[in-house]
Structure formats: structure tokens, C-alpha cells
């Protein structure tokens, strides 16, 4: 017997929308108004058939289920500091901090009465925020958290819909991409790094397995597997209004082990051995057993480490703005590039959640996989020189 397909939900009044000259859905039932008792028609527009239903069915609990709006005059404002404080309990402290700037980011619209903002004023915000020097990705995780604050206030039926579904974002040329430190580059770098800073360690290791900064900051001696020559990915460090923090990892995927080669094993434990030293002659030395740790013993501060990253690439004459983050993407382009690692693998090393934004991010170093992959197939073929076609 052949297996129904699923059907699409329904509208909330029956009937089929139609599409405007424009492109939107349209959606026209006829309601009973419950103030007048009076039949009345409703027109209702969407740009898809997901936000139609979200509108109709926020009109029938208006009309038909007696479910009148809160009329309560809250503030665009007031309701993004409720949500911020809402989820703060769900989220890291980076994030909460973001949602912080979120909340400011959303300043000329805070007086505005929360059931009258809509799209064309989200639309402005949104280019304003671009207008100013803000990121097109900055923009799109402060429209995202806008965007679910104005979705809880649907669901507490503050407002009837979500004015944020339907904005855009303009189209940017120019987007900065994952940047590669070229090999030369990394050779300098690290050759003044490994003669002169105590941090030379912590640099080859984010190289060496492609960590992200704040993961490497977080290994603990406990996360390593001698044995084994593995090391699981258990937390991470950041920075947040000056002070240092502990915190979960980025995604559920991030959370990995990871094979060590041979020279980081090495590595790792000449490292350990000198901190063993200290603690002989200081038994509080690094008490909490991170890998990395300060002259002091203590957690390593995130902003210190990019100091000393500054001054050796200044030292060694490197022009280059890189970041230590960018030590990750040389990685990735290395793994993708050199030893054509397909886009699942690489995302399982890299801690993505799925091989798809490995790819988004690294296009320009898989579309070189893909073409350095054709190379060697070429040399599958039995060589024809010589040989006259038929």
C-alpha cells in the first residue's frame, strides 16, 4: 500500500490564499468582527506560506477565540531588556553580553510602542546598523535575536504577528573570508614565537589540531589521553567585560576528540615536565591543572595571548592584520587543500555542526580540494601521447 505523503497544515479558516501581482500569498476570509458582530474580510499578505500561517492563526485568536491583545503599552525597548534577561539563564556569558549590544544596537526604536513597530522600521534599523560600520554578520545575529524576542511577544500575545520575518538584509560585496596565513608567513611567525615567548606552545597547538582561540585556552592536563595520544574537547575560555570566564563549547559538535601527531605529543609533554618543575618548588603552582597557564599559575587571560601574537608578528615584520583565530583557518585550509579531506571529515575535526558551514566558510580552499582532486584522478588515465585520435 502506498504511503501518504504529509499533508501542508491548513489555513485556520479553510480556503486556499492566492497570489498578488507582487509575488506575496494573500489570504481573504470572511470573520465575524467580535465588537460589531458585524461579517468583515480580512486581507492578509505574506511573502511565504510558513508566514501566512503565522499571521492567520494570530487573526483567529484574535477573532475567533475571544484571545484579544494584551493592550499593556510596553516598549520595543523594555521588551528586548525582558528577553535579554529571559534567556541570560539558557546562554553563555558571551552571549549574554552580545544580547547586551543587541539591546543597544536597537537604541533608536526604543521608545517606539512595541505593537507599533514594524517591518519598514526593522528594515531601516537593520541598514542603519550597516550604514554605521557594523558587519553584515553582526547585523544578522542582532536581527536573529530581535527577531525571537518579537516571536516570544506573539506567544504572550503582545503582538498579533512577527514584523521581523519579513525583513531583508541588503546583498554585501566584499564580505571578509576566512583568512590563510600563507606558510612563509607562519614560518617567521613561529620561529620568533618558539625562541623568545613562554606562549609558543599554546600557538602550535590551536595550528596543529585547529582550535578555536578560547578552546585552546580551556584544555586541562585531565583532558589528555597519554595513552591514547588523543584530547578531548571538554570547555572553553573567553573574555567578557575585562574578566576571564569558563564556559561550555560553542555547539554540541564542538565537544570532540581529537587525534595528537607525534610532534605535538611531544610537545605537549616537554611542556608538561616544565610545569612539574615549578610545582616542585611552588606546590600551589596551577592548582586547577590547565595546559596553559600564566608565569602564576592561573587561567591564561584571552587578551594577553593576542598581545604577544600582535608583537610577534610585529617583531618578525609581518604587515598582515592576522588574528590567532586565523591560525584555525590555515588549518582548515591545509586539511581541505594539501590533504583533501572531504567536507564531513573536516567538520567532525573542525567542531561543525554541519559539513555545510564548513564549506560556506572555506569555499575558496574546497573549490582548490576539488580542483587539486581532478589533478591526481588525471593521473588514473593511461597516457595517449603519441597515439592518433580514431
Known amino acids: 500500500m502506498a504511503r501518504k505523503s504529509k499533508q501542508p497544515p491548513s489555513l485556520p479558516w479553510g480556503g486556499e490564499p492566492r497570489t498578488r501581482h507582487d509575488g506575496r500569498l494573500e489570504y481573504r476570509p470572511w470573520v465575524q468582527d467580535p465588537r460589531t458582530g458585524e461579517k468583515v474580510r480580512l486581507s492578509i499578505c505574506a511573502r511565504t506560506f510558513d508566514e501566512l500561517l503565522e499571521k492567520s492563526r494570530a487573526k483567529y485568536l484574535e477573532y475567533v477565540k475571544g484571545g484579544s491583545l494584551t493592550t499593556t503599552q510596553i516598549t520595543f525597548g523594555e521588551w528586548l531588556v525582558y528577553y535579554a534577561g529571559h534567556k541570560s539563564m539558557e546562554v553563555r556569558p558571551t552571549t549574554q553580553y552580545c544580547h547586551q549590544l543587541f539591546v543597544r544596537y536597537a537604541a533608536p526604536l526604543h521608545s517606539t510602542p512595541l505593537s507599533k513597530v514594524s517591518t519598514q522600521m526593522l528594515d531601516h534599523l537593520y541598514r542603519e546598523l550597516i550604514s554605521a560600520g557594523y558587519s553584515l554578520d553582526t547585523t544578522a545575529h542582532a536581527r536573529s535575536f530581535i527577531g525571537s524576542a518579537l516571536k516570544l511577544a506573539v506567544t504572550y500575545r503582545h503582538i498579533s504577528f512577527n514584523p521581523n520575518t519579513e525583513t531583508t538584509l541588503p546583498r554585501m560585496e566584499g564580505k571578509r ?135 610577534a608578528m610585529r617583531v618578525s615584520g609581518i604587515t598582515e592584520n592576522y588574528r590567532i583565530h586565523d591560525l584555525r583557518h590555515s588549518f582548515a585550509s591545509y586539511l581541505i587543500t594539501v590533504q583533501g579531506a572531504d567536507p564531513k571529515t573536516a567538520a567532525d575535526i573542525l567542531g561543525h555542526s554541519n559539513p555545510g558551514i564548513t564549506l560556506r566558510i572555506y569555499t575558496h580552499s574546497a573549490e582548490a580540494g576539488r580542483r587539486k582532486a581532478v589533478v591526481k584522478a588525471a593521473d588514473l588515465v593511461p597516457k595517449t601521447e603519441g597515439k592518433k585520435a580514431l
Open 177 to 311: 573570508v576566512a583568512q590563510v596565513i600563507p606558510p612563509e608567513h607562519l614560518e617567521t611567525i613561529f620561529s620568533y614565537l618558539q625562541e623568545t615567548s613562554s606562549y609558543y606552545p599554546i600557538f602550535y597547538t590551536i595550528l596543529s589540531l585547529g582550535l578555536r582561540f578560547g578552546e585552546g585556552l580551556g584544555l586541562k592536563w585531565s583532558d589528555i589521553d597519554w595513552q591514547q595520544e588523543t584530547v578531548s574537547l571538554e570547555r572553553a575560555v573567553t573574555a567578557v567585560n575585562g574578566k576571564a570566564w569558563v564556559t561550555g563549547l560553542k555547539t554540541r559538535s564542538s565537544r570532540r576528540t581529537l587525534a595528537l601527531h607525534p610532534a605535538l605529543v611531544k610537545l605537549l609533554k616537554e611542556h608538561k615536565q616544565e610545569q612539574e618543575r615549578k610545582q616542585q618548588k611552588d606546590p600551589g603552582f596551577n592548582p586547577d591543572g590547565w595546559v596553559f597557564c600564566s608565569q602564576y599559575g592561573t587561567m591564561l587571560y584571552p587578551d594577553n595571548v593576542r598581545q604577544r601574537f600582535k608583537k
